[in-house]
């Protein structure tokens, strides 16, 4: 109330300590990408082989001097004299490396897990998702409790294993030949009582009634990648083979690493494209053959690439909820970033959509395809709230005082009024803050604007921003921000008060 009051706006101006810093991390991710200015870099390819093998590419390891902070080499000059330098000359293999390597099963969902492979995958809201789930739970009796923010199971639940596969089996043939190939001694990292919190993971029931046919098509979306996810950790590990190799050619060292699939495991559970393949070391698609240590190799190709630095992502609503748990990286307080590690961030997996919902709801942030953007009003919003408000780490103070009393320590009357003494601060900062100057005169007139294109219309009595009102009877007018010391009303025309 007291933001609202004091930057004259219409309406609510909704400020909290989850959804102001989640608007903080939008704002900033949007204002990083605007202000990026890419940059071309230039890295060395050179293709080689030895004799009677195939032949593999490799890159050049360029020295750190001629690299910038980023790990780039911005001069083409100095990629160009040294792939002249290197151009049809032999090489001889520095070092060879080989190595049979597993990569375990991802874990089963937690509600957050949920929504961000649902955001990416079919372009789902937080909130959507999450009704998805309750409907799957609630309604189908499909899959487990969704508000959960764990995605082991309990090692109890190992018994019930062949009767949750004989159920999804039974619910759909498709996968009865997945289900199959299970191995049910087979245990995976999911099964761990430790890391189970209030509840489990989300995976399927026991119910062997379960009817696809009655699900919609975003419910079938979701119950897919949930039991697969499950049927995953009965399949085995993934095993692949490395290879990793270097290359030293007219004193210049290439370097390639590789790997083979031995044994699909998990990953036959999902399609090609997985939603659950990270670009890591097991899913580099490389060949390169058996060599020796000191094996001459002959340069077949050399080729100079132009790239382009990118800027980060923006945030889709999947992501963003994982940003939310992870926030306390964006903190430099290393005690502050443990805290919000351990407390698992900021909001928790039941309230998160509701407050993604809310700041789109205040028009501070806005979808645009699977996007979520920060809108001017937004923008302006962050701009002009104390960096109390915004910084997480107020939260994780909180979180500390809140741990502490729950051991037994630190006192509640102290912890209250510890919040009242807050509360006072940002008041008081709030009201004599002149920081920013033309910036902040510029963020409150946004913020008093209320029109529908974000536009700002000026009283012409008292140049004040108008604001865009409803009366008694439902029908739309403008009024003066600075009523009632100004009393300037106006009906709309088209959107835009009539002037």
């Given amino acids: 109330m007291a933001v609202s009051a004091l930057y004259g706006v219409n309406g609510v101006l909704s400020v909290g300590r989850v959804q102001t810093p989640t608007l903080k991390l939008v704002v900033d991710r949007d204002r990083v990408i605007e202000n990026f200015k890419p940059q071309d870099y230039f890295v060395l390819k050179a ?33 160009d004299s040294v792939a002249a ?27 957050s897990a949920l929504q961000k492979i649902a955001a990416n995958r079919f372009g789902y809201s937080a909130k959507q998702t999450l009704e998805i789930a309750q409907s799957l739970y609630e309604t189908h009796k499909a899959t487990t409790y969704p508000r959960t923010d764990s995605g082991y199971l309990p090692e109890e639940q190992l018994d019930e294993v062949s009767i949750v596969l004989n159920a999804v089996a039974k619910a759909d043939h498709d996968i009865q030949v997945l289900v199959k190939a299970c191995d049910l001694n087979f245990k995976s990292q999911v099964w ?34 949930i039991r697969r996810q ?13 290879r990793q190799v270097e290359v030293l050619c007219a004193g210049e060292t290439f370097t390639a690493t590789g790997s083979t699939p031995i044994k699909a495991g998990w990953k036959q559970a999902f399609n090609k494209n997985s939603i659950n393949e990270d670009d890591d070391e097991a899913s580099s698609s490389e060949s390169i053959p058996s060599l020796n240590k000191g094996e001459s190799v002959e340069n077949k190709e050399t080729k100079v690439g132009a790239k382009q630095t990118k800027p980060p992502a923006r945030f889709n609503e999947g992501t963003l909820i994982e940003a939310m748990k992870t926030v306390g990286k964006y903190l430099q307080d290393e005690a502050l970033k443990k805290i919000l590690k351990d407390s698992k961030g900021i909001g928790t997996e039941a309230t998160r959509a509701n407050i993604l919902e809310t700041l789109f709801k205040r028009d501070y942030l806005q979808r645009k395809s699977k996007q979520v953007i920060s809108t001017e009003k ?94 008694k009877k439902g029908k739309t007018f403008w009024g003066c921000s600075k009523y009632p010391e100004c009393d300037f009303t106006t009906w709309e025309k ?6």
């Fill in 85 to 111: 330098k290197v151009d049809d000359e032999p090489g001889i293999v520095q070092s060879f490396k080989e190595a049979k390597k597993q990569q375990k099963a991802p874990i089963c969902f937690s509600l």
């Fill in 378 to 471: 937004g923008r302006a919003l962050i701009d002009l709230v104390p960096d109390s408000m915004k910084n997480p780490a107020l939260t994780a103070r909180w979180e500390q005082t809140l741990e502490k009393m729950a051991q037994g320590e630190g006192n509640f009357e102290t912890f209250v009024a510890s919040q009242a003494k807050l509360l006072h601060e940002m008041l008081a900062q709030l009201q004599t803050d002149e920081a920013d100057g033309e910036n902040k005169q510029a963020s409150v007139l946004q913020l008093q604007s209320n029109s529908q294109n974000g536009k700002v219309y000026l009283c012409p009595n008292c140049q004040s921003p108008l604001r865009r009102l409803k009366s």
């Fill in 47 to 79: 293709e080689f082989s030895a004799v009677e093998k195939d032949q593999f590419w490799t890159t050049w390891k360029a020295p750190e001097s001629v690299l910038d902070a980023n790990g780039y080499c911005l001069d083409k000059q100095i990629v």
């Fill in 192 to 225: 761990n009582n430790k890391k189970v919190t209030a509840h489990h993971g989300i995976i399927p029931t026991l119910n062997d009634a379960v009817d696809i046919g009655k699900m919609s098509q975003e419910e079938f979306n979701l119950y897919d990648v």
């Fill in 230 to 242: 499950y049927v995953a950790q009965f399949l085995g590990d993934y095993e692949y083979l490395q």
């Fill in 494 to 499: 088209n959107g835009k008060p009539s002037l």
